[in-house]
């Protein structure tokens, strides 16, 4: 069972925008930054997106973050078919002696 | 370029240790810490602890304590991590990832993963 709650699949079709939701608590995300990887089948993950919304270079700008309260998203639009991978939110927790947490992924299929 | 590279695949039987390294190359690597992450098969990623390669310091998972030991050796840019007494349930695929300090308004955080090393297959198996 994650600390951060994703939704275990979601699907597009070429062109279309989808978001990807990332559900926690007053201890991770409610007071810490949300941070977003991408696993490729077979790959190490890699950094999408830090801090709430900031991108890396190297990252397209079709790939957006946003943050609420306990919750975050990941936002991909003019989805393609090299997006078809596993997403994960990150953040850290507070609680005990503090932690990274993370979602327990969602596997992001292009129809 | 910044890169992280792993030693290679091991097979261990329960209450074995094992220790895996990660090399670093195209940056200073005491500016940094490294953090190390596992994900078992068709599973999720878990955070297994960070260690500053600036002075040692490290911050492990409380579920791991007593088990693991991360340590670095800023002579070669690699960090170790160290994990004992495997069970069945340790078989996963270990990751290294540099991981900076950011600081703002007075106060300091554990910032991103990036980049990745390649991972290390670990099979704890009798």
């Known amino acids: 069972q994650s600390v951060l709650t994703q939704p275990p699949s979601a699907s597009g079709t070429p062109g279309q925008r989808v978001t990807i939701s990332c559900s926690g608590s007053s201890s991770n995300i409610g007071s810490n930054y949300v941070y977003w990887y991408q696993q490729l089948p077979g790959t190490a993950p890699k950094l999408l997106i830090y801090?709430?919304?900031q991108r890396p270079s190297g990252v397209p700008d079709r790939f957006s973050g946003s943050k609420s309260g306990t919750s975050a998203s990941l936002a991909i639009s003019g989805l393609r078919s090299e997006d078809e991978a596993d997403y994960y939110c990150a953040a850290w927790d507070d609680s005990l002696s503090g932690n990274w947490v993370f979602g327990g992924g969602t596997k992001l299929t292009v129809l | 370029q910044v890169q992280l590279v792993q030693s290679g695949a091991e097979v261990k039987k329960p209450g074995a240790s094992v220790k895996v390294s990660c090399k670093a190359s195209g940056y200073t690597f005491t500016s940094y810490g490294i953090s190390w992450v596992r994900q078992a098969p068709g599973q999720g990623l878990e955070w297994m602890g960070w260690?500053?390669?600036?002075?040692?310091?490290?911050n492990y998972a409380q579920k791991l304590q007593g088990r693991v030991t991360m340590t670095t050796d800023t002579s070669t840019s690699t960090a170790y991590m160290e994990l004992r007494s495997l069970r069945s349930d340790d078989t996963a695929v270990y990751y290294c990832a540099r991981q900076p300090i950011y600081c703002s308004g007075g106060s300091c955080y554990l910032d991103w993963f990036d980049p990745w090393g390649q991972g290390t297959l670990v099979t704890v198996s009798s």
């Open positions: 260690i500053s390669a600036y002075n040692g310091n490290t």
């Open positions: 801090r709430n919304n």
